[in-house]
């Protein structure tokens, strides 16, 4: 009975009740450790006794311990290690590694699946030994060596293909590792097609399960083409002049989801010099008289970058001709007859498909029609000579006079015919008395001037 009294005297009673709720709540601290001591926290398994708190904190410990440098360079997957610990405190992105094996980023990327981790000790034979730098370790699947559904941890990325690279559970600092995709686009390959088209292929990279869905191509000046099959095609492209950039951004499957990669090695420089400037002129106009009013034209142009077309003439006399195709090479002849006489001016044009020359002095040629002379109609009445008795005898003024001689059928050539010698006796005495009075006649009249003359 006493001992009874004394163990419910207050005094006692009081200190021993506080001694069972402090071991109760020691047994529940504990319980919670044991169900976490399997997988990281039992300072026998433990990489690190405690873990670390943050990126910068495990490189610390990391930096003093060899041990910890051999463990997280030890390539437990291909490509697998800590590597530079200035660039895993800048780069560790915090993620969560579950029981069933998947590593996932924050923002809800599954970066890995079928994740294992090394300890210390083993896990009832379900762990595979390693030796590391001299020492032994137990390394599991998360799936057996996991009490807990899930633990914190860091992890870097891989910047070249976006696997996992490294990864550390925060509780104890035990490596992890896993599955991981890679993917990324590899080169972009550029084939000059002309100084302004060019044809792109681009070449993706893939492992642990990844594949390509889709390539776009970005050709730099407001265009694109997306490929979603037989993604080895070639795109081709035609710019306008100018400079650019293309781009080709893959797009990958990878752990059920959608990611993309797009890089240096996937963008290509593009430079579309401007068209040369066509250059065409009008070398030369000559003219070749054919005759008094007809010339020929020959006109000559040259060109570069330049395609001619045809040939215009203005022969200044208001008359023209247009669309005259080339005898040879750039080279045009023509021909006109000029109505009048007079002086004109004929110019030459060049038709190209770049435009038309100018009427330069070069292509202009002045010429002179002479007006007609005899030499040119030797016909026409006025060049005809002078008409002379020499070159024309039947002139009338160029006939003899008539006399009975030449003309003897004029009047007064006529002779009477004779019947006898009667006709000729009668024509003597007729004579005769012609010719006696004549002398009568001249001799009265001689006598009349002496008489007249004596009375004076």
């Known amino acids: 009975m006493n001992i009874i009294k004394h163990l419910l005297n207050p005094k006692m009673v009081l200190p021993a009740i506080a001694v069972a709720i402090v071991g109760i709540i020691g047994f529940n601290v504990m319980s919670q450790h044991s169900a976490s001591a399997a997988d990281c926290t039992s300072d026998h398994n433990a990489i690190v006794a405690c873990g670390y708190s943050n990126p910068a904190d495990l490189a610390q410990k990391v930096a003093a311990s060899p041990e910890l440098q051999a463990i997280y360079n030890n390539q437990f997957t291909d490509g697998y290690h800590i590597g530079d610990l200035n660039n895993f405190v ?46 032994t370790y137990y390394w599991g699947y998360n799936s057996t060596a ?44 550029q084939t000059k097609v002309s100084d302004t088209t060019y044809s792109y292929v681009a070449t993706p990279y893939v492992k642990n399960g990844a594949a ?61 010099p401007q068209p040369p400037k066509p250059v065409f002129v009008c070398d030369s106009l000559t003219d070749n008289q054919i005759s008094r009013t007809k ?31 080339a005898t040879s090479g750039e080279v045009v002849t023509t021909s006109h007859d000029y109505a009048k006489d007079g002086s004109y001016t004929a110019t030459a044009t060049l038709t190209y498909k770049e435009g038309v020359t100018k009427a330069t002095d070069k292509c202009k040629v002045n010429l002179t029609v002479n007006q007609e002379t005899c030499a040119d109609k030797p016909n026409a009445p006025e060049c005809q000579p002078p008409k002379t008795c020499a070159n024309t005898p039947s002139l009338p003024e160029c006939q003899p006079p008539k006399t009975c001689a030449n003309t003897p059928s004029m009047e007064g050539c006529q002779t009477l015919p004779s019947t006898g010698p009667t006709e000729i006796i009668g024509s003597t005495l007729g004579l005769g008395s012609l010719v006696g009075a004549g002398a009568y006649y001249r001799n009265s009249r001689r006598d009349l001037l002496n008489t007249i003359f004596k009375k004076r």
Request: glycine residues 10%; aromatic residues 10%; negative net charge.
């Open 212 to 272: 390509v869905s889709k390539i776009v191509y970005d050709f730099g000046d407001g265009s694109s083409q997306t490929v979603t099959s037989n993604f080895g095609q070639n795109v081709t492209h035609t710019y306008a002049p100018g400079n650019y950039t293309a781009k080709a951004t893959v797009y990958f499957t990878a752990n059920g989801q959608t990611v993309s990669d797009t890089r240096a090695e996937c963008t290509k420089p593009v430079s579309v």
């Open 295 to 325: 010339y020929n034209f020959t006109v000559r142009g040259s060109s570069k970058d330049a395609t001619f077309v045809s040939a215009s003439f203005d022969f200044g006399d208001g008359q023209t001709a247009s669309g005259l195709k």
């Open 146 to 189: 996991f009490a807990s559904n899930a633990l914190s941890a860091y992890v870097l990325i891989n910047p070249d293909d976006h696997s996992l690279q490294f990864a550390a559970l925060t509780e104890c600092a035990n490596a992890q590792w896993g599955t991981s995709p890679g993917y990324k686009c590899q080169m972009l390959n």
């Open 90 to 135: 800048a780069n560790a992105k915090h993620a969560t590694v579950y029981k069933d094996g998947r590593i996932v980023l924050d923002d809800g990327t599954v970066i890995a699946t079928n994740g294992a981790s090394i300890g210390r000790q083993t896990n009832n034979g379900n762990d595979h030994t390693i030796t590391i730098g001299g020492h």
